[in-house]
């Protein structure tokens, strides 16, 4: 009986239940005064502070006063704080990366700071030597990388922030030509997938002749071993619901992702990230206490962590004034950081074929990112530059169709202008721009909400050029049963990424592209033969001249509808407190890489579907031979060369 949205009318890349996004399903309990609540009224009152933000007519931005709502954050010595909290309740900030030129082999680096009581003075330690100034000039030659950097305030306060890393210390990736400097070829998208998995699993994939492999997001977000959600510990689509932009997720550290970086590199294969930067978490997934009044009954739950311990907060289902600010709690992800302006105001995203509302809705909850703030603009591209400066070769955009054209274009002239004028030649983007019903809003008129020509004018306006906005591409969702769905092509084919199937399908009852019977979803179809056909077609067909072409690789699910990835961050054995009863749906762990399987390892020894396990799709010889031969390698090799078993056929 819960409303399902899924991606086919969110394309947020992620498998929303309504009431999950906004922060629970079910009837959960917290403690309070020394009382369990469970189902019950809490104190008679189920009331909350939700409504009370919403947006006023066209409003689009919060008003000045939000600001003291800022500075939620518990100080060091209350029962609330933790070790991550650092003081961000006084003390914030992060370091942006400017290089020189486009031979980014120097660089500066800006601490940004703020801090309630600018009285204070500070003090910034690289690499533990002192200075007054925020800014200091690196280089390949002297500096090294990564820069540890601390700032101390005279009030006491200490702000660590993560290392930074540099475009010069990832090693060289070595190619042929076939993959045109990085713009053309294969990339494995692995589902699920940890970062050492992902590393030890990159000898292969650059045998067999692929461009790259793409990890889901890398940023900060959601965790919690204490509050199930639809039954599930840590569903997936929490990875989509970012808390901060420092690089700690599910799949590993920030030493674990440089280190996979670097091996897979080394191994001659790029690696790309999936962006969130559109959203921060949903309403009601924060550090706080929640309830609400639904079906007669006042569902609770309480506060959920996070892959590095960051707080953060929202508005969604709060009820009690913050102890520092005695103000209604508000969005904020001291982190990044983020405070209440940042944001739109709260508006229902009701209007699919309006730009107005595709843009300042919040989709499905989530706490909506002001992409006109210069600010918010600014804070995207160095999260953007720190992507590029650990070593990916670029990035997806999750669901980029809710940041309007003008605004994406923004940030990328500003992304560019921190890589020095250009974008690396290596570099690419694609964008998930779901096209269904909105085609002609969103693709086929010239409009100022289309990702087609006005984008492409949109991006030249703001300062680049032809080469860079090749490198940036619209993933295709209405590739392979539509295509090209306005008729004809409304920019060139080389700029479209395709794909058969891909993560967002995998969920029951998901509708985010219809492919009919031109393409096939592995974990639905249950038939091996056909996706192979579908994932061979891929790299067979010449009516596009597609340069990106991806490939799924992830995992099956169980049939009691566990759906988290299989690293064991789903397995309800590992779940804690007095919640774990709802923990029903259950994935045990299991080892993504395997370099004695070859493709398609999903039956279990009766040669029934298994559940739970890495499908491998990428190891299929068949689909490798495929690829090779579209990118013009050689497709008569021995197994060893490619990266395989001698057993795979």
């Known amino acids: 009986g819960v409303p399902v949205m899924t991606a086919a009318s969110s394309g947020v890349g992620l498998f929303v239940v309504l009431v999950v996004a906004l922060g629970s399903l079910g009837t959960f309990a917290w403690h309070d005064s020394g009382t369990k609540h469970s189902g019950l009224t809490v104190e008679e009152d189920c009331s909350n502070f939700n409504g009370q933000?919403?947006?006023?007519?066209?409003?689009?931005?919060?008003?000045?006063?939000?600001?003291?709502?800022?500075?939620?954050?518990?100080?060091?010595?209350?029962?609330?704080?933790h070790e991550p909290y650092q003081d961000f309740n006084r003390l914030v900030g992060y370091a942006r990366v400017t290089y020189d030129d486009t031979k980014r082999q120097a660089a500066s680096v800006h601490v940004f700071t703020l801090r309630p009581d600018n009285s204070t003075t500070l003090t910034y330690?690289?690499?533990?030597v002192a200075s007054k100034d925020p800014i200091i000039d690196v280089d390949a030659t002297s500096s090294p990388s990564p820069l540890h950097i601390r700032v101390e305030g005279s009030d006491g306060a200490v702000l660590e922030l993560d290392d930074v890393d540099f475009v010069w210390s990832a090693p060289s990736v070595v190619r042929g030509?076939?993959?045109?400097?990085?713009?053309?070829?294969?990339?494995?998208?692995?589902?699920?997938?940890?970062?050492?998995d992902i590393a030890a699993e990159c000898a292969m994939l650059g045998k067999a002749g692929y461009l790259g492999v793409k990890v889901y997001p890398p940023q900060e977000s959601v965790l919690s071993d204490e509050w199930p959600q639809a039954g599930e510990r840590n569903p997936w689509w929490f990875l989509y619901q970012p808390v901060s932009y420092r690089l700690y997720s599910r799949m590993g550290t920030r030493d674990q992702l440089r280190d996979m970086i670097n091996t897979c590199r080394r191994a001659g294969v790029r690696v790309y990230a999936d962006a969130v930067v559109n959203h921060m978490s949903g309403g009601g997934n924060d550090v706080l206490n929640h309830r609400n009044s639904a079906g007669g009954s006042c569902t609770t739950w309480g506060p959920k962590s996070s892959a590095a311990g960051s707080p953060y907060f929202t508005a969604g289902f709060a009820f009690q004034n913050n102890t520092w600010t005695h103000q209604h709690p508000s969005q904020e992800y001291p982190a990044v950081p983020y405070g209440?302006?940042?944001f739109h105001c709260e508006r229902v995203l009701s209007d699919w074929n309006s730009g107005f509302s595709l843009n300042y809705g919040w989709l499905v909850g989530l706490s909506d990112l002001n992409s006109e703030s210069a600010y918010v603009r600014q804070r995207i591209a160095d999260y953007f530059t720190s992507l590029l400066g650990i070593g990916f070769s670029g990035f997806r955009i999750d669901a980029a169709k809710h940041?309007?054209?003008?605004?994406?274009?923004?940030?990328?002239?500003?992304?560019r202008q921190n890589m020095g004028g250009s974008l690396p030649d290596d570099f690419i983007s694609y964008l998930e721009v779901l096209i269904g019903g909105e085609k002609d809003l969103l693709e086929c008129t010239d409009n100022s909400y289309s990702y087609g020509q006005y984008f492409a004018n949109a991006l030249a306006t703001a300062g680049l050029s032809a080469e860079d906005i090749a490198k940036i591409k619209i993933w295709e969702s209405d590739y392979p049963k539509e295509f090209p769905i306005c008729g004809s092509w409304v920019i060139p084919s080389e700029r479209f990424a395709i794909q058969n199937d891909d993560h967002d399908q995998q969920n029951p009852g998901s509708t985010s592209r219809d492919m009919g019977d031109k393409g096939s979803i592995l974990v639905k179809d249950k038939d091996v033969a056909k996706h192979r056909s579908f994932e061979e077609q891929l790299f067979r067909?010449?009516?596009?001249?597609w340069k990106i072409r991806l490939v799924l690789s992830g995992y099956t699910f169980m049939e009691n509808g566990a759906m988290g990835f299989p690293d064991g961050k789903s397995d309800c054995a590992q779940c804690k407190g007095d919640q774990c009863a709802s923990c029903t749906k259950s994935m045990a762990y299991s080892k993504a890489h395997d370099d004695t399987v070859c493709g398609y390892t999903v039956y279990d020894a009766n040669g029934s579907w298994g559940q739970g396990v890495y499908t491998r799709v990428h190891r299929d010889k068949s689909i490798i031979i495929a690829m090779r031969d579209w990118m013009g390698l050689p497709t008569d090799v021995p197994n060893k060369d490619l990266g395989l078993p001698d057993s795979c056929a």
């Open 340 to 342: 209440p302006r940042d």
């Open 177 to 196: 030509p076939e993959w045109e400097s990085g713009q053309k070829g294969s990339i494995v998208e692995l589902f699920g997938w940890p970062y050492d």
């Open 125 to 128: 330690y690289f690499n533990d």
């Open 541 to 545: 067909r010449t009516d596009g001249n």
């Open 403 to 415: 940041i309007a054209p003008d605004n994406l274009a923004a940030i990328f002239n500003l992304l």
């Open 53 to 81: 933000d919403t947006c006023r007519g066209q409003q689009v931005d919060e008003p000045a006063s939000f600001d003291a709502r800022r500075w939620q954050t518990p100080p060091r010595g209350d029962a609330l704080w």
